[in-house]
């Protein structure tokens, strides 16, 4: 009997806080419920049909239940000369808006990062074109461009040039386009440059400066490298922005002249509520979700690998 006694398993007290971890857990399920269920109906849910209308002839006009076409739509879009075409014109949006807006913002930040009386009123006289509605700030750049009494034909002509049709003639609408997109992003670019700029220990910058190293130095030995995660975080989401353009190209050119300006969205516009080309705009959806997903796993995994900065 003893060594039965023995051999039985020691009997463990209950954790405590064990039941309050619990009890924690299953709130949070509770709390979090309610956006998970938002999310399933207003966007999961979409999305599963988008992909399901992409395989189908779906008219967003007409009550008939779509029916398969298979592929049918994917390979149109390589047909389309006006699909590849928008999608050109959406890499030259990203490649030129993205970066540019990065290092005017960059530069912009690293000018105002020295106290001085009103800075703060020069950045937020930075910051107010990304806050203010697109449609209206557009409205106001088409009016200044425009050729008959507009800001910068008035230049133009100081200069003994003819009035220039800066929205309808190319190359000038897609340099319109970029331009303004551009004046838009920086003072965002700027704000998130100047808080980062701001956590960087002035230990380092005081230690450069005994070392004989002037400003310029510390800025592209010290403050660039530390500035890596911030420039990898603005890439990301500058790139997703810029692969969805919209608004600007819609009542900047609508598109024009003869689609030079057509983005995807656009173009994904035009298909499904103009010409109710319903499958053919979601196949074009689902092409751009999935370039999307893309880029942005690409630059993850670049990101991922730069775990340590090293300050040279």
């Not at 003893?2 to 064990?18: D, N």
């Not at 800001?151 to 049709?165: K, Q, T």
């Amino acid at each position: 009997m003893a060594s039965a006694v023995a051999a039985r398993p020691p009997v463990r007290a209950p954790r405590r806080g064990a039941g309050l971890h619990e009890r924690e857990g299953r709130a949070g399920y509770v709390l979090v419920a309610p956006t998970t269920v938002l999310l399933a109906i207003f966007y999961l849910y979409p999305l599963a049909q988008t992909v399901v209308f992409s395989f189908t002839d779906w008219n967003p006009a007409s009550p008939e239940v779509p029916s398969a076409v298979g592929l049918d739509n994917y390979a149109a879009l390589t047909d389309t000369g006006g699909f590849l075409s928008a999608l050109g014109h959406t890499g030259l949006y990203v490649l030129v808006v993205v970066p540019v807006s990065m290092a005017v913002g960059l530069f912009l930040a690293a000018l105002l990062n020295t106290p001085f009386r009103g800075r703060s009123v020069y950045r937020a006289l930075i910051f107010t074109p990304y806050i203010a509605p697109t449609v209206g700030s557009a409205l106001i750049f088409t009016y200044l461009l425009t050729p008959l009494g507009g800001l910068v034909n008035s230049v133009v002509e100081l200069f003994g040039a003819r009035p220039i049709a800066f929205l309808t003639t190319t190359p000038w609408a897609m340099v319109s386009v970029l331009v303004f997109s551009i004046w838009q992003q920086v003072g965002y670019m700027m704000v998130i440059y100047s808080a980062a700029l701001s956590g960087i220990p002035s230990s380092y910058h005081e230690a450069a400066t005994i070392d004989g190293a002037g400003a310029v130095r510390r800025f592209f030995s010290i403050s660039l490298p530390l500035l890596a995660p911030t420039s990898g975080f603005l890439a990301i989401t500058g790139i997703v922005g810029a692969l969805q353009v919209f608004t600007q190209v819609y009542v900047l050119t609508g598109g024009g002249p003869l689609g030079s300006t057509s983005t995807v969205i656009h173009w994904i516009y035009q298909q499904g509520f103009v010409f109710f080309n319903g499958g053919l705009a979601t196949a074009a959806s689902v092409v751009l979700l999935l370039i999307g997903i893309a880029v942005t796993l690409v630059q993850l995994l670049v990101l991922n690998r730069r775990d340590t900065v090293e300050l040279s």
